[in-house]
């Protein structure tokens, strides 16, 4: 192996994943700090600004940071058109996106039954504003931009564009190897993504391990983004906008139905919310079972490692 096949991929004509991953990166950070920038200066974004519209302003930078890098990398580094990494936006694509928005649901009402079942919930009031914003309408219209836009770039960021290029590049071990390799890699990152999250433990982190996983799953089978990006979305909307749970350690302001958690923090997960206990774990393995049924029911075609051709085909 000579120093230039450390970098370039002969066959495929382009660089090897791991120096992809890296130069997207940049590709991804350099805009998302500008746009943020940006918008913090447009909205007048200070200290005593409200966390909401904080975390809003956020996320919307890094929206902006992956339509700009993600582009950019599709057209640079991996030589595909962005649709390839998920967005053949067929009539297949709506019923995979639907069937996510209805499994994200369920799997978190389960969750909510099981601890309003056992005691370890209570409701406390509906149409709950926890800060003084004067309207409900407005923090939750936010939150759920804020939803919005965090399901679909960590879904295009950690699945679409991370899982894919991973497999890509391990490829040389097998196919199923490469699949089991990227999935553990892309859901590490996305794990340890929400590692520096409020109330963030060892615990916590291990169960949006297993969260990246089920999201990961539903990409895998089915080779599009449309499931993955409808399940963290509807997860999401109904843990905090819902029923006013945590989301991995966010508490939001706005919430349909206020649910106060005091059952065991091993089982609801605590202040971080139930991707931390071991409810949240069982339901999201109950939704992998879900994707495996719904790629079989469907007849899907599974993402293939070794199908990139480089002819924009994909």
Known sequence: M???SLFW???ERRLRAGWRLLLAFLFVAVPTVVASGLFAVTVGLGTGSPRLVALTVSTVGMLVGALVGIPLAARFLDRRPVRAYGFHLDRDWW???GFGLALGAVLVSAIVAVELAFGWASVTGVLVVREAWGSFAVPLA????LFCCVAFYEELLARGYLLR???EGLVGFGRRRALAAAL???SLVFA???AANPDATVTSVLGVLVAGGFLGIGYVLTDELALPIGAHLSWNTAMGAVYGLPVSGLTLPATVVAVDQHGPTVATGGKFGPEAGLLGVAAVLVGAGACVWWARRTGRESFDPTGFTGRGDE
């Open 9 to 11: 991929n002969d066959d």
């Open 2 to 4: 000579n120093l230039r």
């Open 142 to 145: 936010l939150e759920l931009a």
């Open 184 to 186: 553990a890699c892309s």
């Open 192 to 194: 340890l993504a929400h």
């Open 95 to 97: 019923r995979d996106f």
């Open 165 to 167: 290029n991973a497999a």
